[in-house]
């Protein structure tokens, strides 16, 4: 509560003296009320804490869920056949009442000493032993303390887990995990990631394969309608996680193929808005780092993490992916590939569909929209965005004020030194003179903010903060944030090095420190930078003769399009090839044929890795083919080549 109104524009901020914050709740709040409710208020020396530590590295507000550290219980330091005979007793100790802790621990401490001994053990009522542990040495019972804190443990979902099943533990408690049983729309949303298996995507303009995408939906369980979702070529990460988070900030475009009524179109545009509850996820590695924790600070939601390989925990988002592959399926479009390439990239015909991924994402738009307008089961044959309607006009709808604030949080974060000059990011330095008129903000005015906010702004010596917290988008080094700890907010700064970091991903920035290291080039200045990439950039043309061939293609489709004339002007020179029905009318030089020895088609001549081959040999391996034989080869190599170079303009046509 303190921090929401301090960071309310309309209230006026204070002094941190003591007079200054008891006057300050004294004008913001019901000092009587805040006494009844936690016993006393805040002191001057708490209130400081908490207003200097705001996006930091020691950062605990407890509104945001997101920013505690070490997730996870810690591995025990007990042999696990102990650990197994200690929770056997324990659970035998709840099975009655009035049982003596210290009996039950003497009982679990024979037991232990049997085990090292290799002797038939009381609770497998001495039929059997145990197979002696390696070494009996670091075998040891635990102590009275831990067998009891062990009982009080047990006392809860685990006890009925292991004693009576996980069925047991479901019935009671509902999943194992906190309930969900939202009373309005936008308080639970769960979000998760899976690869979509019927979908092989291809570069339309290269011909490249790139694979299975990744998709990413946020569903609101109380109206069952998707907020957002994200579609991407890389595997699962937070970055798809916040990307998904930003598209349920943003409005949605309304599909032309989609014929609605006005108001449900205008509906549907708007699945938008703040959640006002908790974000349940999965406790991916991904989504429990440094960068992930930090961005959900920086945005606010509640999070929740679900049980660990257990999906019933956000049931409802599972069920909607397995709703939309369904539904995807009519809208599919069918395609066709190169064989070799089928079967190097393990493309299955029969499973999957070869689109674009842009393509893709127009059609998962659709599949979205119709499943808003379609009855769902879990509605009672109502349709979400029915639902959705009704609790807008109950509640109202609480959009996202500051979207770029939701873009930075996808960033990555890094607490680097800042100085007079900038500061350096992954061997690239970043921030503003004030030159520039889209940077104002110079390196001299954030590091006075610094030292006002770590009240050293008086010691004109020291001009360098140590962790000062940063943010870079790992899509693009060009620009990076730098926390105002003053002001409270990102600042943009730009990077020095404009021309070789426009639009350069992380990945390749460090490919280039690798490649410049192995080569023993220099890197450090921006010339020396750009060297190494124009370098690399060969290197990797020799390497891939492919490329030039997926050039040359990209450039046919151009051949017949005003714009790409205009762009290519005679730098490059076009044969044109007329379509035919079956592609062996028109005869192509042979110095412009493409791929032809690896062509599927061609006939292959005969194996002469049989028996007896030395004696035995078919007439068309011989040196002296047959003239019918080669007219016949040459003729199929020139319509193979003419069906590649005849590759219409639109972007419904592959390779």
Known sequence: MTLKTWDDPDVERCSLTKAGVSAWYA?????????????????ETTFRKWIQTRGTENDRRPADCASYKSIGARRRKIDTVVLQIIKVWVNRFHAKDRQSVHGFWKKASRDVERYIRGEKLEILDFERALEVPKNPDDVKMCSRRIFAKEIERARGGKALSIAFGMRARKQRYGGGGVAQEPVRFLQYVQVDDTPWPMVFVIDAVRGVPVGI????????????????WDITFEPPSYASYMRTMLHTALPKRVPKELVCAPEIARALMETCGHVVGHVVVDNAKPLTGRSPQDAGGDVGYGLRWAG??????????????????????NELPAATWDIPLMREFNYDPSTQAIVTIERFREIFAI?????????????????????????????????VRDVDHLRRAIGQLVYAEFRGEGAIIEGLRYGSDGSDDRYPVTN????FNIGMARGVAADTKKRTFHKVKFKYDPNDMSIAWVFDELRGEYVEIPCAMRRYSENLPLWLHRRLKDYASDKRMKFESEHDMLEVHTAYSQAMRRVIPDAFVAERRAAARLADSSQGRAYLGDAIKLLPVDSSPTGMENVIAHDTRVETRGDPNRIAPRSSNRKNSKRRRDRRDAPSVTKSASAEMAQQDMAQTARRLDIASDTGSYI
């Not at 009855?375 to 029915?386: A, E, N, T, W």
């Not at 001299?444 to 590091?447: I, T």
Request: aromatic share 6%; proline share 4%.
């Open 367 to 399: 599949v979205v929209a119709r499943y808003h307008t379609s009855k769902h089961s879990g509605l009672l044959d109502r349709y979400p965005i029915d639902v959705w309607i009704e609790q807008r006009a109950q509640h109202g709808l609480d959009m």
């Open 444 to 447: 001299e005015d954030l590091l």
């Open 308 to 329: 660990d390989r257990e999906p019933t925990h956000k049931g409802h988002v599972e069920s909607c992916i397995g709703k939309l592959q369904e539904i995807i399926k």
């Open 27 to 43: 004008d913001n709040f019901d000092i009587d009320d805040l006494i009844a409710r936690f016993g006393r208020l805040p002191s």
């Open 213 to 228: 995408p990744t998709v990413t939906i946020a569903i609101d369980v109380f109206t069952r309608v998707i907020l957002g």
